[in-house]
């Protein structure tokens, strides 16, 4: 079993910057694929933004977050980050995390909890 747990999630102002967490631990093996998402109230879950093996050179973002979010990995720490930089109102949302891995040649994807991120003056 691998477990999530994430972190760093709060209060804003517009234009200020947060920083998410996102740490691994259990049967890990190998974490192919790290990703996160957000869904705001009333609307559908959608990808912001992942990493695959490769750091940075794998990293793809959701067209709204560009130029603001970076997304990177910390594999000794199997522990994947978020910063969020210039914030807007509509970035307020539940983030939570995905990873998908492999352990002994078995595949599994798990999520973790959720934090919320309210960004309002």
């Known amino acids: 079993q691998v477990q999530l747990v994430e972190s760093g999630g709060g209060l804003v102002q517009p234009g200020g910057s947060l920083r998410l967490s996102c740490a691994a631990s259990?049967?890990?093996?190998?974490?192919?694929?790290m990703r996160w998402y957000r869904q705001a109230p009333g609307k559908q879950r959608e990808l912001v933004a992942g990493i695959g093996n490769d750091g940075e050179s794998s990293t793809h973002y959701a067209d709204s977050v560009k130029g603001r979010f970076t997304i990177s990995r910390d594999n000794a720490k199997n522990t994947v980050y978020l910063q969020m930089n210039s914030l807007k109102p509509e970035d307020t949302a539940v983030y939570s995390c995905?990873?998908?891995?492999?352990?002994?040649?078995?595949?599994?994807?798990?999520w973790g909890q959720g934090t919320q991120v309210t960004v309002s003056s």
């Open positions: 995905y990873v998908w891995g492999d352990v002994a040649g078995r595949v599994y994807d798990t």
């Open positions: 259990g049967s890990i093996g190998s974490i192919n694929v």
